[in-house]
């Protein structure tokens, strides 16, 4: 079951800032509801009381009243408590959700801005990864699926991607642990259910590596699980340049790409750049102007650098 149902529609203008809500106004703390509901029946049950005392012997109906008037007492405090906690229950999930909704509606905008018209046309499931180191998005992945025009929410959890320095691998040698800015497709002949990192002695569950082959290799970049410390660590910068989930999510995620975005994609252009090799997110066309098509996944991951408050990103 996919958490979010909703869609967002980018007809309203940019969110500039974080969108406030107002909480459930009406929202009663349970224990208010049972004293409440206690004086509620307590007066039905002294009427009723007050009936039996009253009625004479041998006359049943005045006795049958007050009987009915106690279990209606009874059944009136347990139901209508039940419902009005829950309702409680419900407005504290509502107000949970309204907030989680502005988180997403501000990020379904960014990447929706990010992109351009052939971009959003020609793929289908967009990640977005924010590897800020504080924020309030910072190391978390947002999952949206393209519903006609709009963006739908499906997922959103907490992530570590890279160190961002440079350390030495397994092996001694010097190695990039940056995570880089950019867009990037998942390689389909990488992705791996099962695979390890020699170059850093680390499982990586549920491995879909991006297509991306800077200096003409194949990157060791990847969305993958992760478990025990590395676990624990999510929500922080811990990776070695990876994108880590937790191992659930992680195979949450797999399988929504292996299993229902397989199809024609299209070539994104890798531009040789200051830093490297780094994707500036546009696509490659033919000598006609049409754009190259492969079998692939139409999943674009979008790694942004979003430090909220000054409203700066490496995207835009």
Same mark, same amino acid.
């Given at each position: 079951?996919?958490?979010?149902?909703?869609?967002?529609?980018?007809?309203?203008?940019?969110?500039?800032?974080?969108?406030?809500?107002?909480?459930?106004?009406?929202?009663?703390?349970?224990?208010?509801?049972?004293?409440?509901?206690?004086?509620?029946?307590?007066?039905?049950?002294?009427?009723?009381?007050?009936?039996?005392?009253?009625?004479?012997?041998?006359?049943?109906?005045?006795?049958?009243?007050?009987? #009915?008037?106690?279990?209606?007492?009874?059944?009136?405090?347990?139901?209508?408590?039940?419902?009005?906690?829950?309702?409680?229950?419900?407005?504290?999930?509502?107000?949970?959700?309204?907030?989680?909704?502005?988180?997403?509606?501000?990020?379904?905008?960014?990447?929706?801005?990010?992109?351009?018209?052939?971009?959003?046309?020609?793929?289908?499931?967009?990640?977005?990864?924010?590897?800020?180191?504080?924020?309030?998005?910072?190391?978390?992945?947002?999952?949206?699926?393209?519903?006609?025009?709009?963006? #739908?929410?499906?997922?959103?959890?907490?992530?570590?991607?890279?160190?961002?320095?440079? *350390?030495?691998?397994?092996?001694?040698?010097?190695?990039?642990?940056?995570?880089?800015?950019?867009?990037?497709?998942?390689?389909?002949?990488?992705?791996? *259910?099962?695979?390890?990192?020699?170059?850093?002695? *680390? *499982?990586?569950?549920?491995?879909?590596?991006?297509?991306?082959?800077?200096?003409?290799?194949?990157?060791?970049?990847?969305?993958?699980?992760?478990?025990?410390?590395?676990?624990?660590?999510?929500?922080?910068?811990?990776?070695?340049?990876?994108?880590?989930?937790?191992?659930?999510?992680?195979?949450?995620?797999?399988?929504?790409?292996?299993?229902?975005?397989?199809?024609?994609?299209?070539?994104?252009?890798?531009?040789?750049?200051?830093?490297?090799?780094?994707?500036?997110?546009?696509?490659?066309?033919?000598?006609?102007?049409?754009?190259?098509?492969?079998?692939?996944?139409?999943?674009?991951?979008?790694?942004?650098?979003?430090?909220?408050?000054?409203?700066?990103?490496?995207?835009?």
């Amino acid at each position: 079951m996919r958490p979010y149902m909703g869609v967002v529609k980018f007809s309203a203008p940019t969110l500039c800032g974080r969108t406030a809500t107002i909480g459930y106004v009406n929202r009663r703390n349970p224990v208010e509801l049972l004293r409440e509901h206690v004086h509620y029946a307590l007066g039905m049950v002294v009427t009723a009381f007050a009936r039996m005392r009253w009625s004479t012997k041998g006359k049943k109906g005045p006795r049958m009243f007050a009987a #009915a008037s106690f279990c209606a007492a009874t059944l009136f405090f347990s139901t209508a408590y039940a419902q009005d906690a829950g309702n409680a229950r419900d407005a504290g999930n509502a107000e949970a959700v309204d907030g989680n909704t502005a988180a997403v509606d501000l990020v379904a905008n960014r990447v929706n801005d990010s992109l351009s018209r052939e971009m959003f046309a020609t793929f289908n499931l967009f990640i977005y990864v924010d590897k800020a180191e504080s924020g309030p998005y910072a190391q978390r992945m947002f999952v949206f699926e393209k519903s006609g025009e709009k963006l #739908a929410p499906l997922y959103d959890w907490p992530v570590s991607t890279g160190r961002e320095g440079l *350390e030495r691998d397994a092996h001694g040698h010097l190695q990039s642990t940056i995570t880089p800015v950019g867009y990037y497709e998942l390689d389909p002949k990488r992705l791996y *259910e099962e695979h390890g990192s020699s170059q850093w002695n *680390e *499982e990586m569950p549920y491995a879909m590596f991006f297509d991306w082959k800077p200096n003409g290799h194949d990157t060791g970049l990847a969305i993958h699980g992760a478990a025990g410390d590395e676990a624990d660590a999510l929500g922080t910068r811990a990776s070695a340049g990876c994108v880590r989930l937790s191992v659930e999510n992680a195979h949450t995620l797999f399988s929504l790409v292996r299993d229902e975005f397989r199809g024609s994609a299209p070539r994104i252009a890798y531009l040789d750049g200051a830093n490297n090799v780094s994707s500036e997110g546009f696509l490659l066309h033919d000598e006609n102007g049409q754009l190259k098509l492969r079998d692939g996944y139409s999943a674009l991951v979008v790694v942004d650098d979003f430090v909220g408050d000054s409203r700066v990103s490496s995207l835009f």
